[in-house]
């Protein structure tokens, strides 16, 4: 299949403060075949994009998805309260078709916000698998490991299951990582098995660090340590590609021990706002060269699983949290939702830049709207005046998922028949 997106603002990401020009793309199957100004091909589909701008779609970094059945559903606890009485006890009443469900709503929130790819922790990973396979979406997947109960060592055949079933799955789409937890879930001994696994098998780490004060008194009490000491101490970065989510609560020792590290931080900040747990250092963090991408972290919390929301969180928080509206510029919050989510989660050889020969992960936003003119800075408009609603067009691997803002590989009456359903029984029993 060849696509030609013709007369189009071109964002590529590909550099640091490239200036978006006015071109065409060429795709050809599962990858972009040129970039440039008046390209003449033959294509299956061409796409006017006159008054549009390109960009690599968007890359989630952490979330939960099937927790958008849990939407709404308890606002306004603090995180170990939220997690402990509402969002555990509803998670042991799903089944793996809900799962299934709950994954699905995410993935088309997401096609319709302009994510094309996302790192997801949770449980019955085939079931988001499958999800995966027929939305059309890029994926990271992890078996979250928890390891307070007395089965964490089924849970450790279950993720090497998800990792042999399905790594490269779904037309390569597909990739995995291992997820203990947290340190407040992870003890040391299992901890260092599934770093140690890790290793031996060359799959990244997707873990929470650092998301609350309350964290960082846990493991002082337990260990004397901060929970990114404790990391180190357990040799989670001699090797390994880490993704760690939050990185909230770090102290100047605690950043300059992730200096150089392989992976980074996804910062989500509209779930660390909306649960009260803090703002994450992250322009010392970036201040290092650690690679810090943006993610949404589960609906449950963040509300929306829209990474423009985040993009401009992300920027705000840092500008507030300095007095310094020069913190996060527009280009660096766009960089930390494409390319830089990207290295995190491992598939920056593939996607997150517009570039020849990289794998067609590409969004077009509709620009005739009257909170994206005028047209002074494209970047700007796309940082802080967009948000999903924008996005009129979603491809991923050269397949278009969504085309004039209708999703094509999702039936959405069957699917919010599905979820106004399971999410009553999930949440209220009935
Ligand atoms: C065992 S699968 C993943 C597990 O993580 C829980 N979770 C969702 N959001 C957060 C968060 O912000 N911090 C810590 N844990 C979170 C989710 O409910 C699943 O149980
Ligand atoms: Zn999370």
């Known amino acids: 299949m060849k696509i030609l997106i013709k007369n189009v603002w071109i964002l590529t990401m590909k550099e640091q403060d490239q200036i978006p020009f006015v071109g065409d793309i060429l795709i050809d199957g599962d990858q972009i075949k040129e970039i440039a100004e ?56 799903m089944t793996p078709e809900d799962i299934y469900w709950g994954a699905k709503l995410s993935m088309a929130e997401m096609i319709r916000s302009g994510t094309t790819a996302f790192a997801d922790m949770y449980i019955h990973m085939n079931e988001i698998a499958n999800a995966v396979q027929e939305t059309g979406l890029r994926a990271s997947l992890t078996r979250g490991l928890v390891f307070m109960e007395a089965d964490g060592g089924r ?98 020792r605690d950043v300059m021990l992730l200096q150089g ?16 747990c803090g703002i994450a250092p992250v322009t010392e963090m970036l201040e290092l060269g650690i690679t810090v991408g943006l993610g949404t972290d589960g609906a449950g919390s963040a509300a929306t699983v829209d990474m423009y929301e985040e993009i401009k969180a992300a920027a705000w928080l840092q500008k507030v949290d300095y007095g310094d509206p020069a913190r996060l510029p527009a280009h660096q919050a766009l960089r930390m939702a494409t390319v830089e989510s990207a290295k995190l989660l491992n598939i920056s050889h593939e996607t997150g830049t517009l570039e020849v020969g990289k794998k067609a992960d590409v969004i077009l936003i509709d620009l005739n709207k009257p909170h994206l003119q005028p047209i ?55």
């Open 261 to 276: 590290m392989r992976g980074g931080v996804s910062h989500n900040p509209v779930s660390n706002l909306k649960l009260g």
């Open 38 to 93: 008046g390209i003449i091909s033959p294509a299956d589909e061409i796409i006017e994009g006159k008054g549009m701008a390109a960009m690599p779609g968007l890359i989630n970094a952490h979330q939960h998805t099937p927790m958008s059945l849990l939407r709404g559903f308890s606002d306004d606890l603090k995180l170990m309260n939220w997690l402990e009485t509402k969002m555990l006890p509803a998670e042991e009443r």
């Open 155 to 252: 849970r450790i055949s279950e993720a090497l299951d998800l990792i042999d079933r399905w790594s490269g799955g779904a037309e390569s789409r597909i990739t995995t990582m291992l997820g203990p937890h947290s340190p407040y879930l992870c003890p040391p001994e299992p901890l260092r098995e599934v770093i140690e696994l890790a290793e031996k098998r060359a799959i990244s780490v997707h873990m929470h660090l650092a998301e609350t004060v309350e964290e960082v008194v846990q493991i002082r009490n337990n260990y004397n340590m901060t929970p990114t000491e404790y990391l180190v101490h357990n040799g989670m970065f001699e090797r390994n590609h880490v993704l760690l989510a939050h990185a909230v609560h770090l102290n100047r």
């Open 376 to 430: 002074h800075n494209l970047i700007s408009l796309l940082a802080f005046s967009a948000n999903g609603g924008d996005v009129d067009t979603t491809i991923v691997n050269g397949k278009i998922l969504m085309r004039n803002r209708q999703l094509l590989t999702i039936d959405e009456e069957e699917l919010f028949r599905e979820v106004t359903e399971r999410s009553k029984r999930i949440v209220h029993g009935i």
